[in-house]
């Protein structure tokens, strides 16, 4: 790499300046003038507009200095003999199974001891972040594997957590039973969802499920027979085993380690799905459907298939859910959570495993330590996402293809990265 | 069920169809030209609103006739919405033209955050209430209870913005060279039409129409507050999904469809449902006609 | 080696099961948590409560405490949402507070009380108004200082049958917790009553564009009063656009719209409009000094739920004080049976955990003033 300082010239020092002009000008009225109209006063905050330009004028250099390595490097990717020269960190891991296996059984040792470790407040946190980790790599099932975008996933989580907390109430069904029963009704909600929609595509299938999802937190809110509205249930009972009395500390320890446990079974049977047949029936169908039909894949099938196997965890997790909370009502269920999921695969990296666990741990525990900077989180969030996606469009752990090549000097032979 | 009521149900839908029709025309042209779910388009919105708001009250200390300052205001914020919207495009979008999708729709999802939060610290979180400038039209006090001034203005600038609208679309050069766009990008290229210049110039009037939503809504209902984008957002985008996206026809008549029967809806059977009929009419809309009311079929290519 | 590995991960997973009993010191600060909203958009109900509870404490520490020890706050945001809310009480819990001031929004109480309940921590609510959370017998260490919605229902109901003597009334709701639950006891109140005739229930959309075709409903059910459920951002949009229809009706709220900000915001569409909400204490020495005390320090005027707050602090240091210790049973029985005299009045709690001596008014806009009637 060059240094960056080097490349400044005049011409970029004057673009920089027009750029800092350009956000003076456009945050003028926003950031300077603050008109209350309920008093009638109106406060003049000129100091805001230098602050913006003299931050713009710094943003634009470091902006365009990552602009133009980006596009260097996307130069680089279309020459295929200088991208073989550069061996990445993954290409290494890859070589050395040994590593990438130690490391893991690291990572899940320290996870084990993660309640022992801290206190009952992070174990806490962690519990709701593995929540999101098995939700984000249920919908990768959906949008990353299988190019479907959907736009309203929380619902099936919210089925999940309804079934729990509807059949304690009435029947007094513990955990363990509710724990299936749940992915199940969330699976069979998704059939039924998906049959009708299956021959929509693309954009057209994400505003319809986003459209399934309002419409399921708008019956709930007012079917107070059923889900007692927007005042909700509560007093879920949390989950135990063999009928014995925990105590809070207790308890949730046990709910960490069934997230746990569910976390890894996610992880391990999304790999194993990976690559079966269905598993590349669904890529085909994320590449192009038409092709994937006349190599003989029923596309119907396959895409209920994925809707099945991506809303029966969401189901799941929505019933660990309930157990952890205690108490649920329709807002927890919102057309935001579903984004916010949606932005967990997304920024992590479509379609990979570590990339999307990765994406959910961080979108969800960035805002909990971030609480220093509490008002300022979600407009360094936004700010996070758009950035991430204009460096990294691929996301943070970009999904390796398996491809195998073939190559003439066979010396070096090994599975090649697009 | 009389029939004042009936045309005082069909007033409101229009007028609501109205505010949704401005804001879902930007939407459905930047689909149509780089097929993106521009999900910050309804902040462009609540800037517009925002910036009205701002200037209106800035001025009111002049004196001058509230007209005179609704005017200047409205046009203030009409360019200020057009310069976020283009920059918006410049930072978050075109770095990504050549990227998946889905990575453009979360770099939209993070603007659309960004710019709420953004007003929110730089102004308040509270409600603000959105000054009365529009004085009552005369001519409308026969019949005052059935449409008032503000549903009159709304309704008629939106049949302004239509009209200006499809002549630009149809019989300018850019507009032209839009449909060009929109149809085939390389062979846009390839006539020598450019492409960042059509784009610039979609994000440019689509900004400007959800601004001249913003302000008039907020002039109906009287309080704005940084919130009120991401509702109207999903509602206009509702809406150009039901005419069918990237069709500007389509987004009207699927604005006009969904704010009636969100009228009808409410007025005869239950505002609980509100939302209820909205979506549910897209879901079944969908159904029967899978690329909406006025949308093409899209033709499988093999 | 593995196996080895797997043995030990093993047991220290059944090592975190084993209880580990009370070890809790009893020297230095006495930890009271201040919980709810305090950022997103319900942060203006959140916050007046931390500046209440740190009023008092100031006071308190200046004076040299509470049993001889000095009182820490400690402040956590739930921005109102159960799933936040447990993992705050969590963080609560862990802190060791003997009690908590809050939660501001009853669903989020209600996630985080699991939580509280079961490691016997004494909740006092300066806003949660959900009657369950006290009738249902299900949180015993649960405490509020403000009136639950039942209470606030029956009387508006009174207000707008008896005294106004209206008979056609439409009750329209925000179908939030608060808002829908207020609006289903008016409802069930009016038919059990049968003096009056309940002509339309509705809830309406938040955040609508606007609420034109609910304002037709309205005029066209005939109704003679309108009663709303929820907060004062809808309540402003809904008097506004009544009035600029030309419609003439009376318009009785909740407390969620006994604010000030509600007149700032609707204007002149204000004037007239009643709401109930906790009885006037504004002229009691206790709350003049409350308040000067915010203003002194804050430079303004204190918000929602300040002097529930503030009473509510006060009466948990009280109880402590009184008990002499920070025992779970010892503060019940302290906070059952003895009066304080607070910002709210002169107030104790009933068994349950409602408090008794927390009166309930009408106000009416008049001239920009919440004005309390009768």
């Known amino acids: ?418 | 069920m009389n029939s004042t009521y009936f045309i005082e149900l069909f007033l409101g839908g229009l007028t609501r169809g109205s505010i949704y029709a401005l804001i879902a025309l930007g939407y459905t042209m930047v689909y149509g030209i780089i097929q993106l779910i521009n999900f910050a388009h309804g902040e462009i919105y609540m800037i517009g609103a925002f910036t009205a708001l701002i200037v209106s009250g800035a001025l009111a200390f002049t004196g001058l006739d509230p007209v005179i300052i609704f005017l200047i205001s409205a046009v203030v914020a009409i360019v200020f919405s057009a310069a976020y919207g283009v920059t918006m495009e410049k930072i978050a979008y075109k770095p990504l033209r050549k990227a998946p999708r889905l990575s453009a729709l979360i770099s939209a999802i993070g603007m659309s955050m960004f710019l709420q939060n953004y007003v929110l610290l730089a102004q308040t979180s509270d409600f603000q209430p959105f000054p009365d400038l529009i004085p009552d039209l005369k001519f409308l006090k026969p019949i005052e209870n059935i449409m008032n001034t503000t549903q009159f203005i709304i309704l008629a600038t939106t049949a302004v913005v239509m009209v200006l609208f499809t002549l630009l679309i149809k019989y300018t050069k850019i507009g032209k060279a839009m449909r060009a766009t929109a149809q085939d990008k390389i062979m846009a290229q390839l006539v020598g039409i450019n492409i960042n210049k059509v784009i610039m110039v979609t994000f440019l009037i689509g900004s400007s129409t959800a601004a001249i939503g913003g302000i008039l809504i907020s002039s109906h209902v009287g309080q704005i507050n940084f919130y009120i984008g991401f509702i109207a957002g999903i509602k206009a985008f509702v809406a150009a999904v039901l005419g069918g996206i990237g069709s500007v026809p389509g987004a009207v008549l699927g604005s006009f469809v969904l704010g009636l029967t969100e009228s009808f809806g409410t007025g005869y059977i239950s505002s609980d449902y509100e939302d209820v009929f909205a979506f549910g009419f897209l879901i079944i809309i969908l159904i029967f006609k899978p690329s909406g009311i006025l949308g093409k079929p899209t033709k499988k290519k093999v | 080696m593995k196996k080895i590995l797997v043995l030990c991960l093993l047991a220290a997973v059944l090592l975190s099961f084993a209880s580990l009993t009370g070890c809790k010191k009893d020297s230095g600060t006495i930890k009271i948590g201040v919980a709810g909203a305090h950022s997103g958009d319900l942060a203006s109900y959140g916050i007046p409560s931390v500046k209440a509870a740190e009023l008092v404490v100031e006071d308190w520490n200046a004076r040299g405490g509470v049993l001889g020890r000095q009182i820490e706050l400690i402040i956590e945001d739930d921005v109102c949402k159960p799933e936040v809310a447990t993992n705050t009480a969590a963080k609560l819990v862990g802190e060791d507070v003997v009690a908590v001031i809050g939660h501001i929004c009853s669903g989020a109480t209600k996630a985080a009380l699991g939580i509280y309940k079961d490691s016997k921590i004494i909740t006092i609510s300066p806003s949660a108004t959900n009657p369950p959370l006290t009738q249902s017998g299900d949180y015993p260490n649960f405490y509020r200082t403000i009136a639950p919605d039942d209470a606030q229902a029956r009387m508006e109901i009174d207000f707008a049958v008896d005294t106004l003597g209206l008979k056609k009334l439409a009750i329209l709701h925000d179908k939030g917790d608060y808002g829908k639950g207020l609006a289903e006891f008016a409802k069930a109140m009016v038919e059990s009553d049968g003096e009056a005739e309940v002509v339309l229930y509705e809830g309406i959309t938040v955040g609508a564009v606007d609420y034109s075709a609910v304002i037709n409903k309205i005029k066209n059910s005939g109704a003679e009063a309108i009663i709303f459920g929820g907060y004062h951002p809808e309540a402003s949009k809904l008097v506004g656009q009544i009035s600029k229809k030309g419609m003439d009706i009376v318009f009785i709220s909740d407390d969620g719209v006994k604010d000030d900000t509600f007149i700032k915001v609707a204007g002149e569409y204000a004037e007239g409009v009643y709401a109930t909400g906790p009885r006037d204490t504004s002229t009691e020495p206790l709350t003049i000094a409350a308040n000067k005390a915010h203003r002194d320090k804050y430079g303004e005027d204190p918000g929602a739920f300040f002097l529930n707050a503030y009473a509510a602090t006060t009466v948990i240091l009280n109880a402590i004080e009184k008990a002499g210790s920070t025992d779970y049973d010892a503060l019940t029985k302290a906070l059952q049976s003895e009066y304080v005299n607070t910002t709210l009045g002169n107030i104790s709690f009933d068994k349950k955990g409602d408090a008794i001596g927390v009166g309930f008014s009408v106000f009416q806009v008049q001239n920009g003033v919440y004005v309390e009637l009768q």
């Open chain 1, 1 to 418: 790499m060059q240094n960056p300082l080097k490349q400044i010239t005049p011409k970029d020092i004057k673009r920089s300046l027009l750029m800092a002009l350009w956000f003076m000008f456009l945050t003028f009225p926003i950031m300077v003038i603050k008109v209350n109209t309920i008093t009638d006063t109106v406060e003049w905050r000129w100091i805001n507009m230098f602050i913006v330009g003299a931050a713009t004028f710094i943003f634009s250099h470091v902006w365009k200095v990552l602009i133009d390595r980006k596009e260097g490097r996307m130069a680089a990717a279309e020459e295929p003999e200088k991208k073989a020269e550069k061996v990445t960190l993954r290409e290494r891991l890859e070589e050395k199974p040994a590593i990438v296996k130690t490391g893991s059984l690291v990572i899940l040792g320290l996870a084990v001891l993660f309640p022992i470790m801290t206190g009952m407040y992070q174990t806490s946190i962690m519990i709701t972040a593995l929540l999101y980790v098995v939700l984000a790599l249920g919908l990768n099932i959906i949008v990353g594997l299988g190019g479907l975008l959907v736009l309203g996933y929380i619902v099936f989580y919210g089925v999940g957590a309804y079934t729990y907390a509807i059949l304690n109430y009435h029947f007094g069904l513990n955990f363990w039973l509710a724990l299936p029963l749940g992915g199940i009704f969330a699976m069979a909600l998704g059939i039924l969802i998906a049959i009708p929609v299956l021959r929509l595509r693309g954009d057209y299938l994400a505003i319809v499920t986003l459209a399934f999802g309002e419409i399921f937190r708008i019956v709930m809110e007012n079917w107070n027979a059923l889900s007692f509205g927007p005042s909700g249930i509560a007093n879920i009972p949390r989950p135990t085993i063999f009928g014995l009395d925990f105590n809070l500390k207790q308890s949730t320890n046990l709910t960490y380690y069934i997230i746990l446990v569910f976390v890894v079974l996610t992880i391990f049977i999304v790999r194993r799905l990976e690559d079966s047949r269905l598993g590349r029936a669904w890529v085909a169908m994320r590449e192009d459907e038409i092709a994937g039909e006349s190599m003989g894949i029923d596309m119907g099938k396959t895409k209920l298939a994925a809707f099945a196997l991506s809303t029966f965890w969401a189901g799941v997790a929505g019933v660990i859910f309930a157990g952890k909370t205690t108490f649920i009502n329709p807002a927890s269920f919102t057309m935001w959570e579903s984004i916010l999921v949606l932005c967990m695969v997304v920024l992590g990296g479509m379609g990979s495993i570590p990339g999307v666990i990765t994406g959910a741990l961080i979108i969800t525990l960035l805002p909990e330590y971030l609480r220093a900077f509490s008002e300022y989180r979600m407009l360094i969030f936004g700010a996070i996402l758009v950035i991430m996606m204009v460096f990294k469009p691929e996301g943070m752990i970009p999904a390796i293809r398996q491809k195998y090549e073939f190559k003439l000097n066979t010396g070096k032979n090994r599975k090649g990265v697009k």
